[in-house]
């Protein structure tokens, strides 16, 4: 439930959360909604350790720690500060790079990337509502010029499906994922994931689109040759999307991200668009405060070996164990954030212990879960030539 006296400046959020014993208590009636209750003997009665956010029971003396089973599982920096990165990531329209949260917080630029990352996966399935009415659906390729075929073809690229939802002659919300291959089997399970069967999909003259009618959808192909019009006019809606999400890749990461981390930009791209209209920058701030406390909190190891599973949106609801796939031994190869020291005396990395198996063994897979990115992957960096 959102609260309605919530700060709408930053001057009234640093008066707000400017304290951790105000963060403690936002937190923790974020975490209990109804009230204190123990999980060991049910309990409604607790007191707080001093400087500490563990609230103790009553009863049986049980330890509960606020952070405890939420994406700030285990942080060692002041709580103040996560609700600072989490109110400066939805404050700013084109987004937050790592070095600037750096600058903000004073931390190391690791620590900067990982928040940003865990609050990124955290944004995922804040909408589980599928898209409906009228959608358009096209693909893009992520990947910065190189030579030989453009578009379509292309080698050594990440596939990008948009599906944007007509509002008139707005956009209304929009789906982005990422997938292994053009081809319609994948672009059928991407739109099943995210558009309801009784819409109008909209799509160009593409042969893979050819069968989503057989689908249950009503299909409606409008061609780009022969029409005499440009592709952002025949879809005007997903080409202004991928226009302005190719312009907080370029402009606020530097074409800095990599493949197997596109999906959570994507996530985070989705999240803030969708909600573009609020009134005020907090109303992101608490709806991503209620992803953060339902949601596990995922090691550093598991977010730069980029290979976990995002779990399917309604899923998400539920609390319970991340999901990981069996250990593997798929090396990390982010260049990024491999330690000097290992680096200089050619260790070899341990094998993450959170790592996808090949895809026909993925028993985790959830239905818009395009996990296998990881699988093609190669260390390069996007939109750099
Ligand atoms: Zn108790």
Redesign the pocket.
């Known amino acids: 439930m959102l609260e309605t006296d919530f700060p709408k400046t930053m001057v009234d959020f640093e008066a707000r959360f400017g304290t951790e014993q105000q963060c403690r208590e936002y937190l923790a009636r974020q975490k209990w909604p109804d009230g204190f209750r ?1 999980t ?4 409604d009665q607790a007191w707080q350790l001093r400087c500490r956010s563990i609230w103790v ?1 009553a ?2 003396e ?1 330890h509960h720690s606020l952070t405890a089973g939420t994406v700030l599982h285990g942080t060692r920096r002041p709580l103040r500060h996560w609700f600072l990165a989490m109110y400066l990531v939805n404050s700013s329209k084109r987004g937050l790079a790592a070095t600037e949260l750096q600058r903000h917080l004073g931390c190391c630029y690791q620590t900067a990337w990982t928040w940003l990352h865990k609050l990124r996966i955290a944004m995922a399935g804040n909408d589980p509502k599928p898209l409906s009415g009228t959608v358009e659906v096209d693909e893009a390729y992520f990947g910065g010029p190189r030579p030989g075929k453009h578009g379509r073809g292309s080698e050594d690229k990440v596939i990008v499906v948009c599906m944007a939802q007509k509002r008139g002659l707005g956009i209304g919300r929009i789906r982005l994922d990422v997938i292994q291959s053009a081809g319609f089997a994948e672009l059928e399970r991407v739109i099943r994931s995210n558009v309801t069967c009784d819409s109008r999909t909209i799509t160009d003259g593409f042969r893979a689109y050819v069968g989503l009618g057989r689908s249950g959808y009503a299909h409606e192909t409008r061609t780009v040759k022969g029409s005499g019009k440009q592709a952002h006019e025949v879809l005007p809606c997903v080409h202004r999307v991928f226009s302005l999400l190719r312009r907080r890749m370029m402009g606020t990461y530097h074409g800095g991200v990599s493949a197997r981390h596109l999906r959570a930009y994507l996530q985070e791209y989705t999240f803030q668009f969708n909600r573009r209209a609020a009134k005020t920058v907090t109303h992101l701030f608490q709806r991503l405060m209620e992803r953060v406390v339902q949601d596990q909190c995922l090691p550093y190891r598991a977010i730069v070996g980029g290979h976990m599973v995002y779990a399917a949106p309604a899923a998400r609801r539920t609390r319970g164990p991340v999901r990981f796939a069996q250990p593997q031994t798929i090396h990390a190869r982010s260049h990024i954030h491999r330690s000097p020291c290992r680096r200089a005396h050619k260790e070899p990395r341990p094998s993450p212990p959170y790592a996808l198996p090949r895809r026909s063994s993925c028993s985790t897979r959830q239905p818009h879960c395009t996990s296998d990115l990881s699988q093609a992957e190669t260390p390069f960096q996007l939109f750099r030539a």
Request: a positive charge; one cysteine or more.
């Open positions: 123990c060991r003997c049910g309990g029971c009863r049986c049980h």
